[in-house]
T-cell receptor, first 117, second 114 residues
Framework: ETGVTQTPRHLVMGMTNKKSLKCEQH?????MYWYKQSAKKPLELMFV???????ENNSVPSRFSPECPNSSHLFLHLHTLQPEDSALYLC????????????????FGNGTRLTVT | AQTVTQSQPEMSVQEAETVTLSCTYD???????LFWYKQPPSRQMILVIR??????QNATENRFSVNFQKAAKSFSLKISDSQLGDAAMYFC???????????FGQGTRLTINP
């Protein structure tokens, strides 16, 4: 049990498909993140939500659409993706609700391995 | 913008030996936090150790310790008595005080030879 659960673990989709990645955390955190991990590249921050509000959006193409309905759930909606979007998508959470500290580390899920065909 | 550099794409060490992974970062800030994460084949990123920039004492966690050189903007990870389970990708990461996001380096793949 990691505390941060991502589903599905693997996803293969065509360029015309619409799919969603799901992330759920049971750690009482109030910030959630989407990172993209491609081969031979540093992890790229895509989105950050704090208290269910988007606080950072790193120039991500509009074919990626995040949704944070509450502090425990985060989605990444995908549509008309490109083959170069194939990567490992990692969700993370941080900051306890009480006694928040910015040295609080990120807790990650196991990721969704996405392949766009 | 802050950047994190890990100059060693791959490292290997004999089991029970000691290995040091290097990390440098670029920032104009004085208050920040540094982390080392491990990513085994299971893909989950696991926190190994963290360091607050305002602390002069180097952090240690069992067999893992850091050499934090603030003036040189260097943050290396030393793994003592290496074990087969230490084999993984290791990522160095930086976080500004008051900021949400974590900036990662490119990672170092560590192999443990039995």
């Amino acid at each position: 049990e990691t505390g941060v659960t991502q589903t599905p673990r693997h996803l293969v989709m065509g360029m015309t498909n619409k799919k969603s990645l799901k992330c759920e955390q049971h750690l009482g955190h109030n910030a959630m993140y989407w990172y993209k991990q491609s081969a031979k590249k540093p992890l790229e921050l895509m989105f950050v939500y704090s208290l269910e509000e988007r606080v950072e959006n790193n120039s991500v193409p509009s074919r990626f659409s995040p949704e944070c309905p509450n502090s425990s759930h985060l989605f990444l909606h995908l549509h008309t993706l490109q083959p170069e979007d194939s990567a490992l998508y990692l969700c993370a959470s941080s900051h306890p609700r009480v006694g928040s500290s910015y040295n609080s580390p990120l807790h990650f899920g196991n990721g969704t391995r996405l392949t766009v065909t | 913008a802050q950047t994190v550099t890990q100059s060693q794409p791959e490292m290997s060490v004999q089991e029970a030996e000691t290995v040091t992974l290097s990390c440098t970062y670029d920032t104009s800030e004085s208050d920040y936090y540094l982390f080392w994460y491990k990513q085994p084949p299971s893909r989950q990123m696991i926190l190994v150790i963290r360091q607050e920039a305002y602390k002069q004492q180097n952090a240690t966690e069992n067999r893992f310790s850091v050499n934090f050189q603030k003036a040189a903007k260097s943050f290396s990870l030393k793994i003592s008595d290496s074990q087969l389970g230490d084999a993984a990708m290791y990522f160095c990461a930086y976080r500004s005080a008051g900021a949400q996001k974590l900036v990662f380096g490119q990672g170092t793949r560590l192999t443990i030879n039995p």
